[in-house]
């Protein structure tokens, strides 16, 4: 009972956790895999295309009854998203969809599928059918295999994307590679760093955590634009190498708006989520350890080498693992400093977000995201434990 | 018997103006087992951790078999050294730990398992090695820290009040177990601890030390004996303290005047001389309830003022020269039950019992 009295109270966190965390998560799954936009909007046309053979045009009685159904749908608004639905399987499409409606029985065709025809003779083509028809589909597979750079031809083949269109393989490619390089550095800026705070005296080791934790009360945006005044052409660091006699001026580096600009940023902008763990949990390591190594015979290297770094071992997975998921999603940074090559997979999330409103192909590249956090942390867990991270 | 250890002038301070340790000089022969004994604060762990190597004396030197160690790293100076925190390594299991100086000085395989399963037998821990050091209780942990800086054949071990955080049964059986070991190894040993009884039991010598200085270097027997410095008689077991005036000076023995009684002391310092102000230290162990017709050299009238049944000896609390605190211990014999509280009684203890301390 009393039990029962303590976890009531921790109600409101589930609650909030589920309505917060849980069911976006849901739904954003449910969005990768469904979409009942065109099966709503043609709910007839749906059921008879079911049926349909595939190797022939439909019947007469199909394209009156997609024509009832599109004026319909041009009546409640539903148009455009049907004919951009339809148009992601076989582009070019929209237009024939949409023109169709406005057009129908103003011709003297004799019946509904010569009328089709000649407003727009790609209805004499089976394409549009198949296409058509897998959009009534409400589950499909088409954005998952869209995130991996294959398509879903209209007629149910799976083939690889055209060259110049692969882009998300790379794309993951390319966030991987900035994650890992972002966690190498971060480490190794990082624990020097905490090695300096957790061996300092208590009054350098307060100035210490300040500079580390001052970047956490600055905005993201100011910290992430300061770096374009350094790092640009005509910046700061630029005048400096000139100034010195490193690069000639007329031989300006490029630092930002590329992969350098977003390494720089992004380390720079992490780098506390590395040095707070590694910090907390070097104070925990008794200083007798190291001294009893070296009285033992071990010289400062081994010392540290054999027994001061391995009890490190849980900050240093701790940071890694936090700063890696964070940079695997990171966002902002790359957007300013990243210029086209410094773009990450999150930047495209976001595009199809907002600018292409492809909701379902933006769900399935987080899904595989998520996925990839998820593996990588029962990766973790398995064979480091993650009872054994120490957060601070 | 050769010099090992010896501390010449040592003194060292943190912040450049107040000494920790004050003009340290100690002469350790080899194989000895010498205990720096103090309350927390009187520089005896500092001492340690200068002769260890992690701290450097501020001035005087260091000599270890003659020659100073000053310039010596503390990973050159191969001493075995017990932490109070033990400071195993928590990442290596029993054997790896005490495999570990073995490795950092490049001894080979086969050599090294014989010399840890040799140092594991020594604290009786053999069929532990594979364990990680949490898995053993606090004695446990003790013992292979105790083996671990052992197991490379140190000339030298230190040991920082290696038994702090043991029970009080566990201590007492850990404390014959290390004197066990240092005399199977026939190491010098240099133990550090704040129990007194403790360094009793253990010790050949003790240092005891207050406020940086060593007070007296003596054998535990003579330290309780023969104290010669009020700290130390106060701090090595129990001790009645009277305060007075030196009224007259003898061979060895000197008259002290207390609150107007007088009493017959052994003298410590020679040039004691009539005025000066001394302590008479008496063990409460050697003060007698005098029947009528006997008598001692000493003897005052005192009060009862309580009496405490401790089980082997009785504790009276006693108000005499003055002083309302004084302590006699009379042993559990039979006709004790004589002593009442609120009764008169004479006591009385022999000269050489008690000792005139100088103030200074």
Known sequence: ????????????????????????????????????????????????LQAWSGTELPSIEVYETLAEELIAAQETRELGRVASR???????????????????????????????????????????????????????????LQAVDFRLMPDGSIERMPESQQVYVTLFIRTLGVSIAVTALCFLIGYPMAYAMAHASSGWARILLVLVLIPFWTSLLVRTTSWIVILQQQGVLNDIFVFLGIVADDNRLTMVHNMTGTLVAMTQVLLPFMILPLYSVMTNIPRDLTKAASS???????????????????????????VFILSIGYYITPALVGGSKGQLISNLIAYHLQTSLNWGLAAALSVILLVGVIVLYVVYDRFIGIDRMKLG | MTTHVEFRNVAKSFDGHTNVVEDINLEIPRGEFLTLLGPSGSGKTTCLMMLAGFESPTAGEILVDGKSVQDVPAHRRAFGIVFQSYALFPHMSVAKNLAFPLEVRGIETARRNELVDRALKLVQLEGFGSRKPNQLSGGQQQRVAIARALVYEPELVLMDEPLGALDRQLREEMQYEIRRIQEEVGVTMIYVTHDQGEAMVLSDRIAVFEAGRIKQLAAPITLYEEPDDPFVASFIGENNRLFGTVTQVGEALCTVDVDGHTIQAAQVAEDTSPGDKVVVVIRPERVSILQSDHSLSNSQEATVLSITFVGDHLRVQLDTCGNPDFIAKIPNIAGHGSVLKGDKVNIGWATLDCRALPIL
């Open chain 1, 1 to 48: 009972m009393g039990k029962l009295k303590a976890s009531s109270l921790a109600l409101p966190l589930i609650a909030f956790v589920v309505v917060t965390l849980l069911v976006p998560i849901f739904s954003l799954v449910r969005l990768s895999v469904y979409d009942s936009t065109v099966a709503e909007a043609l709910p007839k046309t749906a059921e008879v």
């Open chain 1, 86 to 144: 339809v148009n992601r399987i076989l582009s070019g499409s929209r237009s024939t969809i949409s023109k169709t409606p406005r057009r129908f029985a103003r011709t003297d065709a004799p019946d509904a599928r010569e009328e089709f025809i000649e407003i727009d003779e790609d209805w004499g083509e089976l394409a549009i059918w198949h296409a058509l028809r897998q959009a009534t589909d409400t589950f499909t597979s088409r954005n998952f």
């Open chain 1, 296 to 322: 033992l015979g071990a010289n400062p290297f081994q010392a540290f080498v054999r027994v001061y770094f391995p009890n490190s071992l849980p900050g240093v997975a701790a940071g890694g693992l936090l």
